[in-house]
Protein backbone atom coordinates (compact mmCIF):
# COMPACT_ATOMS: atom_id res chain seq x y z
CA UNK A 1 0.00 0.00 0.00
CA UNK A 2 3.21 1.94 0.88
CA UNK A 3 4.26 1.73 -2.86
CA UNK A 4 1.25 1.98 -4.24
CA UNK A 5 0.63 5.67 -2.26
CA UNK A 6 4.31 6.72 -3.42
CA UNK A 7 4.03 5.89 -7.07
CA UNK A 8 0.64 7.59 -7.02
CA UNK A 9 2.65 10.54 -5.47
CA UNK A 10 5.51 10.34 -7.80
CA UNK A 11 3.04 9.98 -11.46
CA UNK A 12 0.73 12.89 -9.91
CA UNK A 13 4.37 14.90 -9.37
CA UNK A 14 5.23 13.95 -12.82
CA UNK A 15 1.97 14.85 -14.63
CA UNK A 16 1.82 18.38 -12.97
CA UNK A 17 5.26 18.88 -13.69
CA UNK A 18 4.97 17.57 -17.50
CA UNK A 19 1.63 20.36 -17.42
CA UNK A 20 3.87 23.04 -16.18
CA UNK A 21 6.70 22.26 -18.84
CA UNK A 22 4.10 22.17 -21.41
CA UNK A 23 2.60 25.80 -20.35
CA UNK A 24 5.75 27.13 -19.77
CA UNK A 25 6.73 26.14 -23.73
CA UNK A 26 3.03 27.41 -24.61
CA UNK A 27 4.09 30.80 -22.51
CA UNK A 28 8.10 31.06 -24.47
CA UNK A 29 6.01 30.48 -27.96
CA UNK A 30 3.61 32.43 -27.89
CA UNK A 31 5.75 34.95 -26.88
CA UNK A 32 8.08 34.47 -29.55
CA UNK A 33 5.42 34.58 -31.50
CA UNK A 34 3.71 37.95 -30.59
CA UNK A 35 7.83 39.50 -30.93
CA UNK A 36 7.74 37.90 -34.49
CA UNK A 37 4.54 39.88 -35.27
CA UNK A 38 5.49 43.23 -33.59
CA UNK A 39 9.04 43.17 -35.08
CA UNK A 40 7.25 42.89 -38.11
CA UNK A 41 5.30 46.06 -37.94
CA UNK A 42 8.19 47.63 -36.58
CA UNK A 43 10.33 46.87 -39.84
CA UNK A 44 7.30 48.06 -41.71
CA UNK A 45 7.10 51.31 -40.12
CA UNK A 46 10.68 51.44 -39.93
CA UNK A 47 11.33 50.94 -43.89
CA UNK A 48 8.74 53.86 -44.55
CA UNK A 49 10.35 56.55 -42.07
CA UNK A 50 13.12 55.05 -43.92
CA UNK A 51 12.28 56.21 -47.41
CA UNK A 52 10.66 59.29 -46.27
CA UNK A 53 13.66 60.90 -44.74
CA UNK A 54 15.46 60.28 -47.86
CA UNK A 55 12.44 62.11 -50.16
CA UNK A 56 13.23 64.90 -47.64
CA UNK A 57 16.86 64.80 -48.21
CA UNK A 58 16.28 64.88 -52.28
CA UNK A 59 13.55 68.02 -51.99
CA UNK A 60 15.73 70.26 -49.50
CA UNK A 61 19.35 68.31 -49.89
CA UNK A 62 19.69 68.87 -45.95
CA UNK A 63 22.13 65.98 -44.78
CA UNK A 64 20.92 65.94 -41.40
CA UNK A 65 17.92 64.19 -43.47
CA UNK A 66 20.45 62.09 -45.71
CA UNK A 67 21.91 60.98 -42.34
CA UNK A 68 18.42 60.17 -40.95
CA UNK A 69 17.60 57.95 -43.71
CA UNK A 70 21.29 55.96 -43.52
CA UNK A 71 20.31 54.99 -39.83
CA UNK A 72 16.81 53.85 -40.55
CA UNK A 73 17.98 51.59 -43.21
CA UNK A 74 20.88 50.19 -41.43
CA UNK A 75 18.15 49.83 -38.12
CA UNK A 76 15.96 47.74 -40.98
CA UNK A 77 18.81 45.47 -41.51
CA UNK A 78 19.50 44.95 -37.88
CA UNK A 79 15.36 43.87 -37.45
CA UNK A 80 15.60 41.49 -39.81
CA UNK A 81 18.44 39.45 -38.86
CA UNK A 82 16.57 39.51 -35.42
CA UNK A 83 13.46 38.45 -37.11
CA UNK A 84 15.64 35.42 -38.65
CA UNK A 85 16.75 34.52 -35.21
CA UNK A 86 13.43 34.98 -33.49
CA UNK A 87 11.29 32.75 -36.20
CA UNK A 88 10.98 29.06 -35.17
CA UNK A 89 8.83 27.85 -38.63
CA UNK A 90 10.69 26.75 -42.01
CA UNK A 91 8.21 28.79 -44.00
CA UNK A 92 8.43 32.29 -41.84
CA UNK A 93 12.49 30.88 -42.61
CA UNK A 94 11.55 31.06 -46.29
CA UNK A 95 10.16 34.02 -46.18
CA UNK A 96 12.52 36.49 -44.21
CA UNK A 97 14.82 34.99 -46.88
CA UNK A 98 12.74 36.24 -48.88
CA UNK A 99 12.54 39.89 -47.85
CA UNK A 100 15.90 39.82 -46.80
CA UNK A 101 16.66 39.66 -50.44
CA UNK A 102 14.31 42.14 -51.47
CA UNK A 103 15.70 44.47 -49.21
CA UNK A 104 19.10 44.08 -50.93
CA UNK A 105 17.12 45.36 -54.31
CA UNK A 106 15.74 47.84 -52.88
CA UNK A 107 18.62 49.07 -50.81
CA UNK A 108 20.80 49.53 -54.03
CA UNK A 109 18.14 51.51 -55.66
CA UNK A 110 17.10 54.08 -52.79
CA UNK A 111 21.10 54.54 -52.42
CA UNK A 112 21.41 55.42 -56.32
CA UNK A 113 19.03 58.23 -55.29
CA UNK A 114 21.01 59.69 -52.07
CA UNK A 115 23.78 59.52 -54.09
CA UNK A 116 22.84 61.70 -56.60
CA UNK A 117 21.53 63.93 -53.85
CA UNK A 118 25.04 63.71 -52.83
CA UNK A 119 26.70 65.15 -56.09
CA UNK A 120 23.94 67.71 -56.28
CA UNK A 121 22.21 66.14 -59.27
CA UNK A 122 19.04 66.90 -58.62
CA UNK A 123 17.07 66.85 -61.10
CA UNK A 124 18.17 63.19 -61.36
CA UNK A 125 17.22 62.20 -57.94
CA UNK A 126 14.01 63.33 -58.26
CA UNK A 127 13.77 61.00 -61.34
CA UNK A 128 14.93 58.20 -59.49
CA UNK A 129 12.92 58.69 -56.57
CA UNK A 130 10.16 58.73 -57.82
CA UNK A 131 10.69 56.00 -60.28
CA UNK A 132 11.80 53.84 -56.87
CA UNK A 133 8.46 54.90 -55.66
CA UNK A 134 6.67 52.83 -57.88
CA UNK A 135 9.26 49.59 -57.91
CA UNK A 136 8.14 46.05 -57.45
CA UNK A 137 10.74 45.37 -54.79
CA UNK A 138 8.37 47.90 -52.25
CA UNK A 139 5.17 46.10 -53.03
CA UNK A 140 7.17 42.42 -52.32
CA UNK A 141 8.97 43.96 -49.03
CA UNK A 142 4.99 44.68 -47.87
CA UNK A 143 3.53 41.77 -49.15
CA UNK A 144 5.87 39.59 -47.23
CA UNK A 145 5.93 41.25 -44.14
CA UNK A 146 1.75 40.88 -43.98
CA UNK A 147 2.22 37.40 -44.97
CA UNK A 148 4.91 36.68 -42.25
CA UNK A 149 2.27 38.52 -39.48
CA UNK A 150 -0.23 36.36 -40.53
CA UNK A 151 1.20 33.26 -40.59
CA UNK A 152 2.51 33.77 -37.10
CA UNK A 153 -0.91 34.54 -36.27
CA UNK A 154 -1.84 30.94 -37.62
CA UNK A 155 1.16 29.59 -35.49
CA UNK A 156 0.06 31.12 -31.81
CA UNK A 157 -3.46 29.65 -32.54
CA UNK A 158 -2.64 26.31 -33.40
CA UNK A 159 0.00 25.94 -30.31
CA UNK A 160 -2.69 27.99 -27.98
CA UNK A 161 -5.26 25.07 -29.21
CA UNK A 162 -2.75 22.09 -28.56
CA UNK A 163 -1.53 22.79 -24.85
CA UNK A 164 -5.17 23.46 -23.60
CA UNK A 165 -6.09 20.00 -25.16
CA UNK A 166 -2.45 18.60 -23.33
CA UNK A 167 -3.62 20.56 -20.01
CA UNK A 168 -6.69 18.94 -20.31
CA UNK A 169 -5.55 15.71 -20.53
CA UNK A 170 -3.33 15.93 -17.63
CA UNK A 171 -6.44 17.45 -15.71
CA UNK A 172 -8.02 14.39 -15.93
CA UNK A 173 -5.29 11.89 -15.59
CA UNK A 174 -4.10 14.28 -12.16
CA UNK A 175 -7.83 13.75 -10.82
CA UNK A 176 -8.32 9.73 -11.63
CA UNK A 177 -5.36 9.86 -10.12
CA UNK A 178 -6.47 11.77 -7.02
CA UNK A 179 -9.25 9.38 -6.86
CA UNK A 180 -6.78 6.36 -6.22
CA UNK A 181 -4.83 8.27 -3.76
CA UNK A 182 -8.06 8.29 -1.47
CA UNK A 183 -8.82 4.67 -2.64
CA UNK A 184 -5.18 3.60 -1.12
CA UNK A 185 -5.86 5.68 2.38
CA UNK A 186 -8.88 4.00 2.75
CA UNK A 187 -7.43 0.65 2.32
CA UNK A 188 -4.17 1.64 4.69
CA UNK A 189 -6.77 2.44 7.29
CA UNK A 190 -8.48 -1.14 6.38
CA UNK A 191 -5.10 -2.48 6.65
CA UNK A 192 -3.92 -0.46 9.82
CA UNK A 193 -7.26 -2.11 11.76
CA UNK A 194 -6.49 -5.45 11.07
CA UNK A 195 -2.62 -4.80 12.40
CA UNK A 196 -4.12 -3.52 15.60
CA UNK A 197 -5.84 -6.83 15.81
CA UNK A 198 -3.26 -8.96 14.90
CA UNK A 199 -0.59 -6.93 17.33
CA UNK A 200 -2.67 -8.56 20.23
CA UNK A 201 -1.90 -12.01 19.22
CA UNK A 202 1.52 -11.36 18.40
CA UNK A 203 2.27 -10.47 22.25
CA UNK A 204 0.34 -13.49 23.16
CA UNK A 205 3.15 -15.66 20.89
CA UNK A 206 6.01 -13.19 21.72
CA UNK A 207 6.75 -14.78 25.17
CA UNK A 208 6.55 -18.90 23.44
CA UNK A 209 8.94 -16.90 21.14
CA UNK A 210 11.34 -15.93 23.79
CA UNK A 211 11.47 -19.55 25.61
CA UNK A 212 12.48 -20.67 21.94
CA UNK A 213 15.16 -18.44 21.36
CA UNK A 214 16.21 -19.19 24.91
CA UNK A 215 16.31 -22.96 23.94
CA UNK A 216 18.03 -22.30 20.72
CA UNK A 217 20.92 -20.59 21.99
CA UNK A 218 21.37 -23.30 24.92
CA UNK A 219 21.29 -25.82 22.11
CA UNK A 220 24.03 -23.29 19.84
CA UNK A 221 26.24 -23.55 22.96
CA UNK A 222 26.26 -27.08 23.67
CA UNK A 223 27.35 -27.60 19.98
CA UNK A 224 29.65 -24.90 19.88
CA UNK A 225 31.71 -26.59 22.96
CA UNK A 226 30.76 -30.08 21.06
CA UNK A 227 32.81 -28.67 18.03
CA UNK A 228 35.63 -27.22 20.29
CA UNK A 229 36.24 -30.52 21.88
CA UNK A 230 36.02 -32.36 18.58
CA UNK A 231 38.71 -30.39 17.65
CA UNK A 232 40.95 -30.60 20.06
CA UNK A 233 40.43 -34.22 19.52
CA UNK A 234 41.11 -34.04 15.74
CA UNK A 235 44.23 -31.84 16.37
CA UNK A 236 44.90 -34.52 19.26
CA UNK A 237 44.92 -37.16 16.28
CA UNK A 238 46.75 -35.83 13.61
CA UNK A 239 49.60 -35.35 15.77
CA UNK A 240 49.42 -39.31 16.95
CA UNK A 241 49.05 -40.08 13.35
CA UNK A 242 51.89 -37.43 12.50
CA UNK A 243 54.28 -39.53 15.16
CA UNK A 244 52.58 -42.98 13.88
CA UNK A 245 54.25 -41.95 10.38
CA UNK A 246 57.42 -40.86 11.54
CA UNK A 247 58.18 -43.54 13.75
CA UNK A 248 57.12 -46.28 10.46
CA UNK A 249 59.18 -44.00 8.11
CA UNK A 250 62.41 -43.96 10.84
CA UNK A 251 62.38 -48.00 10.74
CA UNK A 252 62.24 -47.99 7.05
CA UNK A 253 65.32 -45.31 7.02
CA UNK A 254 67.86 -46.37 9.59
CA UNK A 255 68.07 -49.62 7.36
CA UNK A 256 69.25 -47.65 4.62
CA UNK A 257 71.51 -45.78 6.53
CA UNK A 258 72.78 -48.62 8.43
CA UNK A 259 73.14 -50.09 4.69
CA UNK A 260 74.76 -46.83 3.27
CA UNK A 261 77.18 -46.84 6.55
CA UNK A 262 78.15 -50.45 5.91
CA UNK A 263 79.16 -49.24 1.98
CA UNK A 264 81.19 -46.37 3.95
CA UNK A 265 82.64 -48.61 6.91
CA UNK A 266 83.65 -51.38 4.82
CA UNK A 267 85.35 -49.49 1.70
CA UNK A 268 87.06 -46.98 3.59
CA UNK A 269 88.76 -50.33 6.26
CA UNK A 270 89.28 -52.42 2.56
CA UNK A 271 91.27 -49.17 1.58
CA UNK A 272 93.25 -48.73 4.82
CA UNK A 273 94.26 -52.63 4.31
CA UNK A 274 95.45 -52.22 0.92
CA UNK A 275 96.40 -48.42 0.95
CA UNK A 276 100.24 -49.55 0.55
CA UNK A 277 100.30 -52.87 -1.34
CA UNK A 278 97.44 -51.82 -3.67
CA UNK A 279 96.39 -48.02 -4.38
CA UNK A 280 94.26 -49.02 -7.57
CA UNK A 281 92.44 -51.57 -5.30
CA UNK A 282 92.34 -48.96 -2.49
CA UNK A 283 90.86 -45.63 -4.97
CA UNK A 284 88.15 -48.18 -5.77
CA UNK A 285 87.28 -48.94 -2.17
CA UNK A 286 87.36 -45.32 -1.34
CA UNK A 287 84.80 -44.24 -4.41
CA UNK A 288 82.68 -46.92 -2.78
CA UNK A 289 82.59 -45.32 0.59
CA UNK A 290 82.16 -41.69 -1.44
CA UNK A 291 78.92 -43.03 -3.47
CA UNK A 292 77.38 -44.76 0.08
CA UNK A 293 78.04 -41.37 1.72
CA UNK A 294 76.82 -39.38 -1.35
CA UNK A 295 73.33 -41.49 -1.43
CA UNK A 296 72.97 -40.36 2.66
CA UNK A 297 73.23 -37.15 2.33
CA UNK A 298 70.54 -37.14 -0.88
CA UNK A 299 68.30 -39.13 1.38
CA UNK A 300 68.82 -36.44 4.50
CA UNK A 301 68.21 -33.42 2.14
CA UNK A 302 65.42 -35.36 1.04
CA UNK A 303 64.05 -35.70 4.52
CA UNK A 304 64.68 -32.45 5.21
CA UNK A 305 62.58 -31.24 2.79
CA UNK A 306 59.43 -33.19 3.01
CA UNK A 307 59.64 -31.91 7.38
CA UNK A 308 59.47 -28.08 5.34
CA UNK A 309 55.64 -26.40 5.88
CA UNK A 310 56.35 -23.33 4.01
CA UNK A 311 55.80 -23.58 0.24
CA UNK A 312 58.62 -23.17 -1.74
CA UNK A 313 58.78 -21.18 -5.18
CA UNK A 314 56.94 -23.09 -8.07
CA UNK A 315 59.54 -24.38 -10.67
CA UNK A 316 58.97 -26.50 -13.66
CA UNK A 317 59.58 -29.93 -12.80
CA UNK A 318 59.72 -32.81 -15.80
CA UNK A 319 56.54 -35.36 -13.97
CA UNK A 320 58.68 -38.62 -14.26
CA UNK A 321 61.68 -37.52 -11.98
CA UNK A 322 59.08 -36.48 -9.40
CA UNK A 323 58.27 -40.41 -9.27
CA UNK A 324 61.59 -41.54 -10.20
CA UNK A 325 63.24 -39.58 -7.12
CA UNK A 326 60.56 -40.16 -4.66
CA UNK A 327 61.14 -44.21 -5.12
CA UNK A 328 63.31 -44.83 -2.52
CA UNK A 329 60.82 -42.91 -0.12
CA UNK A 330 57.93 -44.53 -1.11
CA UNK A 331 59.39 -48.33 -0.84
CA UNK A 332 60.19 -47.63 2.71
CA UNK A 333 56.73 -46.00 4.04
CA UNK A 334 54.78 -48.59 2.17
CA UNK A 335 56.37 -51.54 3.42
CA UNK A 336 58.00 -54.40 1.77
CA UNK A 337 54.83 -55.86 1.57
CA UNK A 338 53.29 -53.56 -1.44
CA UNK A 339 54.74 -53.74 -4.69
CA UNK A 340 55.40 -50.48 -6.04
CA UNK A 341 55.35 -49.91 -9.69
CA UNK A 342 56.66 -46.70 -12.00
CA UNK A 343 55.58 -46.48 -15.46
CA UNK A 344 56.39 -43.25 -17.74
CA UNK A 345 54.08 -41.89 -20.70
CA UNK A 346 54.32 -38.28 -19.96
CA UNK A 347 57.72 -38.11 -23.20
CA UNK A 348 59.21 -35.66 -20.67
CA UNK A 349 56.36 -32.92 -20.40
CA UNK A 350 56.72 -30.31 -17.31
CA UNK A 351 54.54 -29.14 -14.76
CA UNK A 352 55.19 -25.88 -13.05
CA UNK A 353 54.23 -26.35 -9.15
CA UNK A 354 55.58 -26.59 -5.67
CA UNK A 355 58.38 -29.42 -5.55
CA UNK A 356 58.03 -30.16 -1.94
CA UNK A 357 53.52 -29.88 -2.17
CA UNK A 358 53.02 -31.91 -4.77
CA UNK A 359 55.65 -34.58 -3.41
CA UNK A 360 53.71 -34.73 -0.46
CA UNK A 361 50.38 -34.86 -2.91
CA UNK A 362 51.58 -37.96 -4.24
CA UNK A 363 52.66 -39.50 -0.68
CA UNK A 364 49.48 -39.08 0.51
CA UNK A 365 48.00 -40.95 -2.29
CA UNK A 366 50.16 -43.77 -2.13
CA UNK A 367 49.61 -44.21 1.65
CA UNK A 368 46.06 -44.22 1.39
CA UNK A 369 46.61 -46.88 -1.60
CA UNK A 370 48.38 -48.89 0.92
CA UNK A 371 45.78 -48.58 3.50
CA UNK A 372 43.12 -49.66 0.83
CA UNK A 373 44.84 -52.71 0.47
CA UNK A 374 45.65 -53.68 4.24
CA UNK A 375 49.46 -52.93 3.19
CA UNK A 376 49.69 -56.10 0.97
CA UNK A 377 48.98 -55.56 -3.00
CA UNK A 378 50.77 -53.60 -5.87
CA UNK A 379 51.04 -49.59 -6.42
CA UNK A 380 51.32 -48.40 -9.90
CA UNK A 381 52.25 -44.72 -10.24
CA UNK A 382 52.09 -44.02 -14.09
CA UNK A 383 52.75 -40.25 -15.59
CA UNK A 384 50.95 -39.56 -19.11
CA UNK A 385 49.73 -36.78 -21.37
CA UNK A 386 46.29 -35.71 -22.16
CA UNK A 387 44.31 -33.42 -24.17
CA UNK A 388 41.23 -31.91 -22.43
CA UNK A 389 38.13 -30.32 -23.40
CA UNK A 390 36.99 -27.17 -21.57
CA UNK A 391 35.18 -28.28 -18.54
CA UNK A 392 36.26 -32.20 -19.71
CA UNK A 393 37.50 -32.74 -16.04
CA UNK A 394 36.43 -30.35 -13.17
CA UNK A 395 36.95 -27.32 -14.04
CA UNK A 396 40.07 -27.81 -16.01
CA UNK A 397 40.30 -25.77 -18.75
CA UNK A 398 41.07 -26.93 -22.23
CA UNK A 399 44.95 -27.57 -23.26
CA UNK A 400 47.59 -30.21 -22.84
CA UNK A 401 47.58 -31.39 -19.38
CA UNK A 402 50.01 -33.72 -17.50
CA UNK A 403 48.44 -36.85 -15.23
CA UNK A 404 49.67 -38.55 -12.93
CA UNK A 405 47.54 -41.91 -11.63
CA UNK A 406 48.15 -43.82 -8.68
CA UNK A 407 46.29 -47.30 -8.45
CA UNK A 408 46.14 -49.78 -6.26
CA UNK A 409 44.80 -52.75 -5.98
CA UNK A 410 42.38 -52.54 -2.80
CA UNK A 411 38.58 -53.19 -2.54
CA UNK A 412 37.67 -50.12 -3.93
CA UNK A 413 34.56 -47.40 -3.22
CA UNK A 414 30.93 -47.10 -3.40
CA UNK A 415 29.59 -44.37 -5.20
CA UNK A 416 28.16 -42.83 -2.06
CA UNK A 417 31.63 -42.48 -1.07
CA UNK A 418 33.09 -41.31 -4.03
CA UNK A 419 30.89 -38.29 -3.80
CA UNK A 420 32.23 -37.40 -0.34
CA UNK A 421 35.49 -38.25 -1.03
CA UNK A 422 36.73 -34.66 -0.89
CA UNK A 423 34.84 -33.39 1.62
CA UNK A 424 37.16 -31.81 4.99
CA UNK A 425 37.14 -34.49 7.85
CA UNK A 426 35.40 -37.27 5.62
CA UNK A 427 37.10 -40.69 5.93
CA UNK A 428 36.57 -44.34 5.74
CA UNK A 429 39.39 -45.31 8.20
CA UNK A 430 38.55 -46.43 11.57
CA UNK A 431 39.04 -44.28 14.59
CA UNK A 432 42.35 -43.06 15.10
CA UNK A 433 42.95 -43.96 11.64
CA UNK A 434 42.93 -40.73 9.62
CA UNK A 435 41.86 -37.38 9.34
CA UNK A 436 40.05 -37.26 6.54
CA UNK A 437 41.97 -34.40 5.18
CA UNK A 438 44.38 -35.81 3.33
CA UNK A 439 42.47 -36.09 0.00
CA UNK A 440 40.84 -32.45 0.75
CA UNK A 441 44.35 -30.89 0.99
CA UNK A 442 45.15 -32.58 -2.88
CA UNK A 443 41.72 -31.16 -4.22
CA UNK A 444 42.50 -27.79 -2.89
CA UNK A 445 46.69 -27.91 -3.92
CA UNK A 446 44.92 -29.26 -8.15
CA UNK A 447 42.99 -26.41 -7.90
CA UNK A 448 45.30 -23.59 -6.94
CA UNK A 449 47.71 -25.28 -9.79
CA UNK A 450 44.64 -24.66 -12.29
CA UNK A 451 44.16 -28.44 -12.91
CA UNK A 452 41.57 -30.90 -11.66
CA UNK A 453 41.15 -34.15 -10.41
CA UNK A 454 39.61 -37.65 -11.15
CA UNK A 455 38.47 -40.99 -9.34
CA UNK A 456 37.75 -44.52 -11.07
CA UNK A 457 36.53 -46.67 -8.52
CA UNK A 458 34.56 -49.87 -8.38
CA UNK A 459 34.04 -52.03 -5.11
CA UNK A 460 36.12 -55.44 -5.19
CA UNK A 461 38.25 -53.90 -7.97
CA UNK A 462 40.88 -51.16 -6.75
CA UNK A 463 40.63 -47.64 -7.47
CA UNK A 464 42.53 -45.02 -9.72
CA UNK A 465 43.27 -41.64 -8.89
CA UNK A 466 44.17 -39.11 -11.51
CA UNK A 467 46.02 -35.87 -11.16
CA UNK A 468 45.43 -33.63 -14.06
CA UNK A 469 48.25 -30.72 -14.21
CA UNK A 470 48.57 -28.16 -16.73
CA UNK A 471 51.38 -28.64 -19.00
CA UNK A 472 54.31 -26.31 -18.50
CA UNK A 473 55.46 -25.02 -21.89
CA UNK A 474 57.95 -22.26 -20.79
CA UNK A 475 61.62 -23.12 -21.87
CA UNK A 476 63.58 -25.21 -17.90
CA UNK A 477 66.17 -22.70 -16.54
CA UNK A 478 69.39 -25.43 -17.41
CA UNK A 479 71.26 -26.12 -14.39
CA UNK A 480 75.16 -27.57 -14.21
CA UNK A 481 74.97 -30.86 -11.95
CA UNK A 482 78.06 -30.97 -10.17
CA UNK A 483 81.07 -33.78 -11.76
CA UNK A 484 81.10 -37.37 -10.12
CA UNK A 485 84.58 -37.35 -9.41
CA UNK A 486 85.30 -33.34 -8.57
CA UNK A 487 88.17 -31.31 -9.09
CA UNK A 488 89.32 -28.12 -7.24
CA UNK A 489 89.47 -25.43 -9.36
CA UNK A 490 92.78 -24.02 -8.77
CA UNK A 491 91.29 -19.97 -7.82
CA UNK A 492 93.85 -17.26 -6.02
CA UNK A 493 94.00 -18.58 -2.54
CA UNK A 494 92.99 -16.45 0.36
CA UNK A 495 93.23 -15.90 3.89
CA UNK A 496 89.90 -17.15 5.48
CA UNK A 497 88.35 -16.85 9.18
CA UNK A 498 86.84 -20.80 9.93
CA UNK A 499 83.98 -20.23 12.57
CA UNK A 500 82.16 -23.73 13.77
CA UNK A 501 81.59 -24.92 17.33
CA UNK A 502 81.89 -28.49 16.22
CA UNK A 503 85.64 -30.00 16.34
CA UNK A 504 85.14 -32.60 14.28
CA UNK A 505 83.92 -30.49 11.23
CA UNK A 506 85.94 -27.56 12.22
CA UNK A 507 89.37 -30.00 11.76
CA UNK A 508 87.96 -31.75 8.48
CA UNK A 509 87.16 -27.76 6.98
CA UNK A 510 90.30 -26.21 7.88
CA UNK A 511 92.14 -29.77 6.31
CA UNK A 512 90.08 -29.41 2.98
CA UNK A 513 90.99 -25.49 2.76
CA UNK A 514 94.49 -26.11 3.37
CA UNK A 515 94.17 -29.20 0.83
CA UNK A 516 92.75 -25.84 -1.36
CA UNK A 517 96.17 -23.75 -0.56
CA UNK A 518 94.40 -21.28 1.00
CA UNK A 519 95.54 -20.06 4.39
CA UNK A 520 92.79 -20.82 7.30
CA UNK A 521 92.27 -19.66 11.08
CA UNK A 522 90.24 -21.72 13.30
CA UNK A 523 87.83 -20.19 15.79
CA UNK A 524 85.40 -22.34 17.48
CA UNK A 525 83.14 -19.74 19.40
CA UNK A 526 81.61 -17.09 17.13
CA UNK A 527 81.85 -14.49 20.31
CA UNK A 528 85.79 -14.63 19.24
CA UNK A 529 85.44 -13.93 16.07
CA UNK A 530 85.87 -9.71 16.41
CA UNK A 531 88.97 -10.40 18.50
CA UNK A 532 90.76 -12.98 16.13
CA UNK A 533 89.69 -10.23 12.89
CA UNK A 534 91.17 -7.34 14.89
CA UNK A 535 94.75 -9.51 15.29
CA UNK A 536 94.76 -10.51 11.72
CA UNK A 537 93.20 -7.39 9.74
CA UNK A 538 94.18 -9.36 6.30
CA UNK A 539 91.49 -11.86 5.99
CA UNK A 540 89.35 -12.13 3.27
CA UNK A 541 86.64 -14.36 4.42
CA UNK A 542 84.43 -15.81 6.73
CA UNK A 543 83.28 -19.33 6.40
CA UNK A 544 80.99 -20.03 9.57
CA UNK A 545 78.25 -22.28 10.62
CA UNK A 546 74.37 -21.27 11.00
CA UNK A 547 73.41 -22.40 13.91
CA UNK A 548 75.46 -22.42 17.02
CA UNK A 549 74.87 -22.50 20.65
CA UNK A 550 75.75 -19.05 21.74
CA UNK A 551 75.29 -17.33 18.75
CA UNK A 552 74.30 -18.00 14.87
CA UNK A 553 76.24 -17.36 12.10
CA UNK A 554 73.88 -14.55 10.71
CA UNK A 555 73.86 -12.87 14.10
CA UNK A 556 77.31 -12.43 14.09
CA UNK A 557 77.88 -11.38 10.68
CA UNK A 558 75.69 -8.90 11.11
CA UNK A 559 77.69 -7.42 14.34
CA UNK A 560 80.45 -7.34 11.75
CA UNK A 561 79.18 -5.37 9.35
CA UNK A 562 79.58 -2.01 10.63
CA UNK A 563 83.91 -2.73 11.68
CA UNK A 564 84.38 -5.19 8.45
CA UNK A 565 82.73 -4.00 5.28
CA UNK A 566 85.50 -5.18 3.49
CA UNK A 567 84.81 -9.11 4.24
CA UNK A 568 83.44 -11.74 2.25
CA UNK A 569 81.10 -14.05 3.41
CA UNK A 570 80.02 -17.84 3.30
CA UNK A 571 77.46 -19.67 5.18
CA UNK A 572 77.93 -23.62 5.45
CA UNK A 573 74.81 -25.53 7.27
CA UNK A 574 73.42 -28.94 6.86
CA UNK A 575 70.14 -28.20 8.02
CA UNK A 576 67.37 -26.89 4.73
CA UNK A 577 65.11 -24.89 6.71
CA UNK A 578 67.91 -22.14 6.35
CA UNK A 579 67.95 -21.84 2.41
CA UNK A 580 66.36 -18.34 2.38
CA UNK A 581 68.38 -15.55 0.86
CA UNK A 582 66.80 -13.17 2.84
CA UNK A 583 67.52 -14.47 6.02
CA UNK A 584 71.33 -14.77 5.18
CA UNK A 585 71.45 -11.20 4.03
CA UNK A 586 72.37 -12.23 0.23
CA UNK A 587 75.24 -14.25 1.30
CA UNK A 588 76.58 -17.50 -0.31
CA UNK A 589 75.25 -21.02 1.02
CA UNK A 590 77.41 -24.41 0.97
CA UNK A 591 75.07 -27.04 2.03
CA UNK A 592 77.03 -30.15 4.21
CA UNK A 593 78.27 -32.56 3.14
CA UNK A 594 80.41 -30.71 0.29
CA UNK A 595 82.83 -31.87 -2.12
CA UNK A 596 86.87 -29.71 -2.23
CA UNK A 597 84.94 -28.57 -5.60
CA UNK A 598 81.86 -27.69 -3.95
CA UNK A 599 84.18 -25.90 -1.44
CA UNK A 600 86.07 -24.04 -3.84
CA UNK A 601 83.06 -22.86 -6.29
CA UNK A 602 81.40 -21.34 -3.21
CA UNK A 603 84.92 -19.72 -2.06
CA UNK A 604 85.02 -18.11 -5.60
CA UNK A 605 81.13 -17.04 -5.44
CA UNK A 606 81.34 -15.82 -1.98
CA UNK A 607 84.60 -13.74 -3.11
CA UNK A 608 82.70 -12.26 -5.81
CA UNK A 609 80.01 -10.66 -4.04
CA UNK A 610 82.47 -8.83 -1.87
CA UNK A 611 80.43 -5.65 -0.24
CA UNK A 612 83.94 -3.30 0.10
CA UNK A 613 86.65 -2.47 -0.85
CA UNK A 614 90.28 -3.81 0.52
CA UNK A 615 90.81 -1.65 4.13
Same mark, same amino acid.
Given at each position: ?????????????????????????????????????????????T??????????????G????????????????????????????????????????????????????????A?????????????????????????????????????? !? =? +??? $???????E? #? %???? /?? @???????????????????????????A?A???????????????????????????????????????????????H???????????????????????P????????????? !? =? +??? $????????? #? %???? /?? @???????????????????????????????????????C???????????????????????????????????????????????????A?????????????E??????????????????????????V????????????????????????????????V?????T???????????????????????????LA????????????????????????????????????????????????????????????????????????H???????????????????M????????
Amino acid at each position: MAALGAATLVALMVILGGANRQRDQALELQSRSYDVMILARSLSGTIARSEASLGRYVISGDRGMGQLYSEDWNLAASQIDRLDRIADDRQQQRRIDALREAYIARGRDLSLTALSTAYKKNRQAYALYNQAGMAPELVRINRLLDAIIAREKALL !A =N +RTR $AVMGTVEES #S %RIAL /LL @AVFGILLVLGAITLGWMTLGAYTERKVAQAEADAARQRARELAEAVTQATDELRAQEAKLRQVQKMEAVGQLTGGIAHDFNNMLAVVLGGLELARRVLHSDPTSAARHIDNATEG !A =N +RAA $ALTRQLLAF #S %REDA /LN @AESIVAREIVDEMSALLDRTLGDAVTLVAQDGSGGWRIRCDRVQIENAILNLAVNARDAMNGRGTLTIATGRAMLREGEVGECGAGEHVTIAVTDTGTGMSPEVVERVFEPFFTTKPVGKGTGLGLSQIFALVRQLGGGIAIDTKLGEGTTVILYLPRDTASPVRVVAEPATPEATGSDRIDLLVVEDDPRVLAATMSALAELGHRAISCDDPLAAPALLQRHPHIDLVLSDVLMPRQTGTEMVAGLAADFPHLAVLFVTGFAGEANGEALGGHVLLRKPFTLAGLERAIDAAMARTRGATP
